[in-house]
């Protein structure tokens, strides 16, 4: 059995602070530590995108890093976003344009695209497409997730502008 | 009756809870005390256990018990038959082997389950997999289907004569007759390949064991709860009563998580009542690829036989079905397979043969499309063929082929997978593909573009199909629908959801009957202890068969609350309206009561009821079809194949689907870009490529190519609507319909981009390698 490690995690505002073996995969950390569930493990090889969280504001896979290796850092996941009486404009989007099915691979999806949006407040199809072809959808064939972008990029306000 | 919802473009009820992540997945249930399971798995495809040693594994601090087979005791045996032979065919062979809950004496494909760890952490229980010992003795492994069934293969099961599986053959007319008289024939040889079922979720089972309650609780990443309850009570000696299944939020079906009483579903139960303590087992993405049941391989032997003016005289499929190394899903396969080879078509003269192999490779049973995509994929190959040797359009030909509105309903007098003959209830089939003609510009693209981007040295393509798609078997579905005393609505159904919008739909349906709103009704699926009675989701049927179970439900309902309101208002029930949660008079909208009032009258504390009155507004209603209603459709894509890297590029995908009556057009189009997006990766990006010893060499997603959102195309899809005498909604299946074509689509178009090198696609999946070998020493004609 391994030492346990002390960490102090910022995780959507809130500092954790836990024990753990270092071989703790960060995705197991959020979901069975903290009981964050709204991550979701699709492949542990770092392919599907399901356990993509906000790692200091870009976007990783929680399933290839170690929790030890967020020790001081800040982490944002899908439950920091709105809430299910306010829903944040890209959930909403998403919500509209029917861009989710099973909703398995959708927190991901989210993670994904809330840096990509902020970089690029309006992005043509082929850019969303390419942003989130690290994310693997069984579901909805990618269109309604696509739709759901655009109607987003029409709807959130530009952080550049201001 | 205004309908308010049913055929509106409704945004889902559940989604709020998705997005947020508070939706609960299997995996999302943590208990107190809960112990992990693991599994060690064969690395051979077909061996002799000689020992398997696991004392090391239990010393493993941590580690609360490992089992083999030696300690199931009475549990040990094979698992239930799921679907059993067809019994209305004559002559049918089917010789039942079902896997066992852990491997005894030999393994049979890799990946099977041969010791269960329990451990207080998954992390330990994985640890301790490594410290078991197996002694295998390797036997030689049959990989290939057609190999499998030669006189001196290996015996995978050793108490048969043969690795033969099942032999049906089936006759509509008489096929040699049409042959006689035919103009044409055209024989060739088919393959299709694995693929995966890819749920984005793998499967996971948690079971918690109550022992003062005596009261089992199953969470189950199941689409069949109720079988699986019922099943797994008679494997632990429970009565039915005793054993709760809960399919929560689940992450993807398609089919295997139809679940099948595999090692996992019976070990983790099992396992809870040993230790009276919960269990959680969660599969592994390496684990989905070798232990999760796949679909597809079979070879056909297919002729066409027609006049010289392209008309379709007859048919005959023999072909061999790769059911893996155990059946418990039965014919289910081939049998949709030998319903879908003759396509869209008026075939009067019919032969089919399946023979069933087992084969040392992961157990086959059904994956979005169920055997429809490779019956189409002959159907539309041959009609193809024969029409580049006889010189006539494509689309002509299938014109002059389609099953004409007339005949309908048009018997095939086959058996299909629901054991009834195939009887194809309705539809217009000729709709569908004028409209996909017109909505792909078929005769500009023929003319104009192709020739004039030929030019230019591109080579693109177009392709286009029609389909069936039967959906919506028996036996049966029912539903529950309670008006509480809150007005709101409740609606209880056995069938399992897993992303098909089920808590929409279903509301749709019943907010329409009794005058609410859509997102008043609260819709309960997937768990046992709400409803009792059901079957599941599969096969295309929640929209027919539960939505009219639900229907039937929510009807009675309304004529509970209108009896009642009737005495309440003093009002004839003909002058009274359900709306805006109330029954109002109908020209005097303020004599109105509210359905919670209703409710709390109907269920009284004090004073006598009149004989014969159930208690509150409620009622319960079930649905069973006569027989399946059958879907259709046509797709047409225009392809770019790069001449150098031989990648694809879709430039454009034109789906017309009709499934009957739509209750939801948004949810509709997402099944079908779903569907469409799967096919995608039967036809050119996902094969399970094992090697000469059964291994698979791609279990990772990282080999294994689920198509992207760059991989898929923009779909533009169209609707045509014949409802289905068979239900009172008119509905009919639409969750296949997306998948099943696009092989055939694919070939077509393929073949048309690459028309100067006189290729025919005989064979998917493709991939670039795959293609670019088949262009090899093709002469490319002048």
Known sequence: MSDLYEVSVTVNGTVYQRSVEPRLLLSDFLRHELGLTGTHVGCEHGVCGACTVLFDGEPVRSCLMFAVQANGHQVSTVEGLGTMEELHPLQQAFWEAHAVQCGFCTPGVLMTLLPFLEENPTPSEEEIREAISGNLCRCTGYQHIVDAVLLAAEKMPSQGDC | ?782
Not at chain 2, 296 to 323: N, P
Not at chain 2, 703 to 731: C, K, W
Request: net charge negative; charged share 25%; with cysteine.
């Open chain 2, 1 to 782: 009756m205004a309908e308010k919802y049913v055929g509106q473009r409704i945004k889902r009820n559940e989604d709020p809870r998705l997005l947020t992540g508070r939706a609960l997945f299997v995996d999302d249930v943590e208990l107190h005390g809960m112990l992990h399971a693991a599994f060690l798995r064969s690395d051979y495809a077909h061996a002799r256990l000689v020992s398997v040693d696991v004392s090391a594994a239990r010393n493993r601090p941590g580690v609360v018990a490992v089992y083999t087979a030696e300690d199931l005791g009475d549990l040990w045996k094979p698992g239930p038959l799921l679907v059993p032979a067809p019994h209305s065919v004559e002559n049918v062979v089917f010789h039942q082997r079902t896997q066992v809950p852990l491997a005894k004496d030999k393994v049979r494909y890799v990946g099977e389950a041969i010791a269960v760890v329990f451990a207080e952490s998954r992390y330990i229980a994985e640890d301790a997999l490594a410290d078991i010992w197996v002694d295998y003795e390797p036997l030689e492994p049959v990989v290939d289907m057609e190999r499998a069934l030669d006189a001196d293969a290996p015996l995978i099961h050793e108490d048969l004569d043969s690795n033969l599986c099942a032999h049906l053959a089936q006759e509509k007319g008489d096929y040699q007759a049409a042959r006689e008289q035919a103009d044409l024939i055209v024989s060739r040889r088919f393959l299709v390949d694995r693929g995966a079922a890819g749920a984005m979720e793998n499967r996971g089972v948690v079971a918690d064991w109550d022992e003062k309650a005596q009261h089992l609780t199953v969470w189950d990443t199941t689409q069949a709860p109720i079988p699986i309850r019922n099943g797994l009570a008679g494997m632990l000696g429970l009565s039915a009563h005793q054993v709760r299944v809960v399919a929560p939020f689940v992450g993807g079906g398609f089919g295997p998580k139809i679940m099948m009483f595999l090692s996992e579903e019976v070990l983790v139960p099992w396992g809870s009542m040993q230790f009276k303590r919960p269990v959680k087992w969660i599969e592994d993405r390496q684990e989905n690829f070798l232990a999760t049941t796949q679909e597809r391989g079979q070879v056909h032997d297919a002729e066409m036989a027609l006049t010289s003016d392209g008309r379709i005289l007859g048919v005959r499929d023999v072909f061999i079905h790769d059911t893996g190394a155990y059946d418990p899903y039965g014919m289910t396969i081939p049998l949709n397979t030998q319903s879908h080879a003759m396509g869209a078509y008026d075939v009067p003269n019919y032969y089919t043969e399946v023979k069933v192999a087992f084969t040392n490779k992961m157990i086959v049973t059904p994956v979005r499309g169920a055997g429809r995509p490779q019956g189409i994929f002959v159907a539309e190959r041959l009609l193809d063929i024969a029409a580049k040797e006889l010189g006539i359009d494509r689309v002509g030909i299938r014109r002059r082929n389609l099953i004409p509105p007339e005949k309908f309903p048009y018997n095939h007098e086959i058996i299909d997978q629901a054991f009834a003959p195939l009887v194809l209830d309705s539809g217009n089939y000729r709709l569908a593909l004028d409209q996909a003609v017109k909505r792909i510009g078929y005769e500009e693209f023929i003319k104009d573009e192709q020739p004039r981007l030929r030019a230019e040295g591109k080579r693109v393509g177009l392709g286009i199909v029609v389909f069936i798609e039967t959906t919506g078997i028996g036996p049966y579905e029912g539903a529950r629908i309670t008006v509480e005393t809150s007005g709101k609505i409740s609606v209880a159904t056995g069938v399992g959801t897993q992303g098909q919008g089920h808590f929409t739909s279903f509301a749709q349906i019943v907010a329409d009957q009794l005058g609410v709103d859509v997102r008043d009704v609260h819709l309960v699926t997937g768990d046992t202890a709400e409803f009792h009675w059901g079957t599941g989701t599969f096969a295309s049927r929640g929209a027919v068969v539960a939505a009219n179970a639900i229907h039937a439900a929510a009807v009675a309902v309304r004529a509970k609350t209108l009896k009642l309101a009737s005495k309440v208002l003093e009002t004839p029930e003909e002058e009274l309206e359900l709306r805006d949660g109330e029954v109002r008079v109908a020209d005097i909208p303020r004599q109105s009561i509210g359905l919670g009032e209703l409710a709390v009258l109907a269920n009284p504390l004090r004073g006598a009821v009149e004989p014969g009155t159930e208690p509150g507004l409620e009622a319960t209603d079930y649905f069973g079809p006569q027989y399946g209603a059958t879907a259709n459709g046509a797709q047409a894509m225009i392809v770019e194949v790069d001449p150098e890297t031989m990648m694809i590029e879709i430039k454009r995908h034109v789906v017309v689907e009709d499934c009957g009556t739509v209750l939801n057009p948004l949810i509709v189009e997402g099944q079908v870009h779903g569907g469409v997006a799967l096919g995608i990766g039967n036809s050119y990006y996902e094969k399970l490529v094992y090697d000469e010893n059964g291994q698979l060499l791609n279990a990772s997603l990282a080999d294994y190519l689920i198509p992207s959102a760059t991989e898929v195309p923009r779909m533009e899809v169209g609707h045509e609507v014949t409802p289905s005498p068979l239900n009172p909604l008119g509905s009919k299946g639409a969750g296949e319909a997306g998948a099943i074509p696009v092989p055939a689509l694919f070939a077509q178009a393929i073949e048309d981009a690459l028309a100067d090198y006189d290729l025919e696609v005989l064979e998917t999946p493709l991939s670039p390698n795959r293609l670019f070998e088949l262009l090899q020493g093709k002469e490319k004609a002048e």
